[in-house]
């Protein structure tokens, strides 16, 4: 049994906490926050503290908090070493204090306070400054029913970047059509089937092959009509950049140059 405190209560410490009390393998020891009404809806199934001094023996202790928050939390542990983990995707492992043994635990997933989160299709990023603690971390993502990977620093960074374009922006882009329909009183339900469709596509075949419309086509009439339909002058100009990049990544741009040059 993996005994398991967590410290922290924003949306990725709730659902951890949620499944690690579904896991039958492991025990939720203790929840802190320094704010103890954040978690006191909670005290009835666990042992919830506000205060560091009151923290007790744990295998790992997860610091599920904001990235700026943890290189203040783990110095502020009132202990020395026990593994302690972040769960952060940009956050070095080596910006927590040495007192403790030191790890990481990301859960590769966007988490919103009131949707449910299958774990068993997220994928857990582990790193440890100690070999001997990488089998628990491991065994911990496991009893989720995970998949663990081990993941460098570099790694993790370089998977949360591509992470923030595919989440991200992409519900970014997602809001400025919402804007466009909804300007129109076209109901954004309509446009779901093809969001679901779009991110089924990349399950099968790359990102590359999966790409279709006007700016793969070099269809001039169509994106024209776009940019005139575009009222907002920050759309229109995500529109022609996103419009110029996937030219120049389908070799748009490059068969136009050939063309004008055979011309000339």
Known sequence: MITV??????????HLY??????????????????????????????TIDDLSQLKTADIYIMAVSDDSIAALSKALPFENRLIAHTSGSVSIHDMDKKNQRAVFYPLQTFSKDAEVNFSEVPICVEVTEKANLQLMKDLAEALG????????????????????INNFTNQLYRIAHEISDAKSINFDILKPLILETAKKVQDMSPYMAQTGPAKRNDKKTIKRHLKQIENEEHKAIYEMLTASIKKTHGVTTRLNKHRKAKN
Do not use: M, P
Request: glycine share 4%.
């Open 146 to 165: 995970c998949t663990a990977h081990k993941i460098n620093t570099e790694q993790r960074q370089t998977l949360h970047l591509s992470a923030v374009f």
């Open 5 to 14: 405190t967590i410290l922290g209560a924003g949306n990725v410490a709730t």
């Open 18 to 47: 949620k499944a690690f009390k579904n896991a039958k393998d492991v025990t939720v020891k203790q929840w802190y926050n320094r704010t103890y009404r954040a978690i006191s809806s909670y005290a009835n199934e666990v042992e």
